[in-house]
């Protein structure tokens, strides 16, 4: 596969011979290759921020050995995250990632330059003795490296609750973030978690390690749970700060002041767990007058309800220059102002919790209109209650039509709403020619429904929905092939579509008539080149997988190409939105 990507590209790049080898191709369409091949690419974040990847090092491990060409490219990839446990082997518990090289490993090796990000574990309770600092100056004084971006490091604490106190340690913690800052001079981001809750005390050691390490920072992340009154950052000097990522279990009047502060720098806002009402905080003063974060073009904002009730009347808009929103939670405003930027509107990503009330007052101020999102590239709504309440009745269709307006512009439109019944809402969207990708799991659509989706969405290349196994002509769990043969004639649909996702319900317990409809549907879509069908139990998937394989292999469908080399995904995990709708209505 990896061969007929290069080979392919090599007339994008003007390249006459065909027969040349993939070393020449330019480094960065070989890296890109390399994260397509390895499933990097499914997890790029969707606003382009320098987030976390999901991606186990190891599953790049395959392509090492293809030549050496490759593997300088694949070093970027496969060394660019290391750890450095300066604690206990039960330290390395604490990471909540995919197992990570050694630190030591990489530097032994030669590939110390290929590293981007390195997690330090610190035995907080041994922080500043001279054991400690002995087992620094073995593992990091040797490491030196100016490609490390960012460090991340992780406090280690055997009790339930730890404090950092200078006392007579000042010195050797002064020379253990001086050890940090000397090995990797070029850092910018530096992020600092614990396994454990900060007692309210003397936490001047916390604030001196948050301060002094990586010196030249513009980004800073924290998940640390304080508990009680306690000072902050110090806050001295213009703001620098670029990026906040910040994770409490208390919002304080020192977070909420923390972040005002970079309000004329901030970049990016990342804010879980905080509350509505400290949210409303960070957009006024103490006067009550109107905060404005000028710069700000990412909000990631998880939200969580508070006793009181939004009320903020803001005079004008938080975030002129925002291009991504991603509000999780709940929304936490009484009014669209968190989608009003700059003229016109810079939105690109917008993620938006609905419910039937909120609903209501964005449909009333016109907020779904596409003409307000020129720029509009990916839409998601997900509603916090049931999605049942609205899909079941008239006003339900019409509130998913509304809803829909927002991704008329979109080349992508996500969705948790539940619809049961497709025909009266696909009457009712309106078509988008720019949609390429639409994903709404619960979504039912039967094989009648599938060519007004593809007239009204012609570009439409991957979706993703509920299937009701159903179509005109034809009720037999297994369909003859005569029918088949007269469906095929007479039903072919025309269409982009080269990806269908198909997602599994509590009613499909026949699967061998679903798997004859999933695939009679494949068949009537020449366009498509590979199904994904998601059972809605994991145990589910041995008896799709041999039904499928069954239906594919039928006599009527042996002189359909796209059908013999339909490529079949049969998955047994769920992405966010299917975790959620199955806590919240659990398999009976």
């Not at 395959?62 to 300066?86: D, F, H, K, Q």
């Amino acid at each position: 596969m990896l061969y007929s990507c290069a080979m392919s590209l090599f007339s994008l790049f003007n390249y006459s011979s065909p027969g040349k080898s993939i070393p020449y191709l330019p480094d960065t369409v070989l890296l890109r290759l390399v994260q397509y091949a390895a499933g990097v690419h499914m997890h790029l974040p969707a606003c382009h921020q320098n987030t976390q990847t999901d991606q186990a090092p190891r599953s790049l491990l395959p392509y090492m050995a293809v030549c050496r060409t490759w593997r300088s490219v694949i070093g970027v990839l496969y060394y660019r995250e290391a750890v450095l446990n300066l604690g206990p082997k039960n330290a390395l518990d604490m990471l909540d990632r995919p197992a990570l090289h050694k630190a030591a490993w990489i530097v032994q090796i030669g590939h110390v330059s290929d590293i981007r990000r390195l997690h330090v574990i610190v035995p907080v309770g041994a922080l500043g003795t001279s054991a400690l600092n002995s087992i620094v100056t073995k593992e990091l004084t040797p490491f030196w490296s100016a490609n490390v971006l960012e460090i991340i490091l992780h406090l280690h604490s055997e009790t339930p609750d730890l404090e950092i106190k200078l006392g007579s340690r000042a010195d050797r913690i002064a020379w253990f973030i001086d050890t940090l800052n000397y090995a990797m001079p070029r850092a910018t981001s530096l992020s600092v978690m614990n396994n454990s809750t900060m007692r309210a005390g003397d936490l001047t050691g916390l604030l001196e390690i948050i301060n002094k390490t990586v010196p030249s920072k513009r980004s800073l992340g924290f998940e640390l749970d304080l508990q009680g009154q306690h000072p902050f950052l110090t806050m001295s000097g213009p703001p620098v700060l670029t990026n906040i990522s910040i994770a409490a279990r208390n919002w304080t009047d020192a977070h909420i002041g923390f972040v005002r502060y970079h309000c004329d720098t901030l970049r990016t806002l990342t804010v879980h767990n905080i509350t509505t009402w400290s949210f409303e905080q960070l957009l006024v003063d103490g006067e009550r007058s109107n905060i404005v974060y000028p710069n700000l073009m990412v909000l990631d904002a998880e939200l969580r309800l508070s006793m009181q009730a939004p009320s903020l009347n803001l005079q004008r808009t938080p975030f002129p220059a925002l291009r991504c929103l991603r509000n999780k939670g709940f929304y936490p405003f009484n009014s669209d102002i968190a989608l009003y930027t700059g003229q016109p509107s810079t939105l690109e990503y917008v993620r938006l919790p609905l419910d039937t009330v909120l609903f209501n007052t964005l449909s009333a101020s016109n907020a779904f209109k596409s003409r307000k999102y020129p720029v509009l590239r990916t839409a998601e709504v997900f509603f916090n209650n049931s999605p049942f309440v609205v899909a079941e009745a008239v006003q339900g269709w019409s509130m998913f039509a509304t809803i829909f307006e927002i991704a008329e512009a979109a080349k992508v439109f996500r969705c948790n709403i539940r619809v049961n019944r497709s025909a009266p809402v696909l009457i009712n969207m309106r078509p988008s020619f720019s949609l390429e990708h639409l994903y709404m799991p619960w979504f039912g659509i039967d094989l009648a429904g599938f060519p007004l989706l593809c007239l009204k969405f012609p570009k439409l290349r991957s979706v993703a929905c509920t299937l009701i196994d159903a179509i005109d002509g034809i009720s037999e769990d297994m369909p003859k092939d005569e029918s088949i043969q007269a469906a095929l004639s007479t039903k072919r649909i025309r269409s982009k579509l080269a990806i269908l996702e198909i997602f599994g319900e509590t009613w499909v317990r026949n699967y061998r008539r679903f798997a004859q409809y999933v695939v009679l549907l494949v068949a009537l879509l020449p366009s498509v080149k590979e199904l994904v069908y998601w059972p809605y139990a994991s145990e589910e998937a041995p008896e799709a997988k041999r039904q499928l394989t069954a239906a594919l292999n039928r006599t009527a469908y042996r002189d359909m190409y796209h059908v013999k080399n339909l490529k079949v995904d049969i998955k047994t995990h769920y992405t966010y939105l299917e975790d959620v709708y199955r806590k919240q209505f659990p398999l009976q």
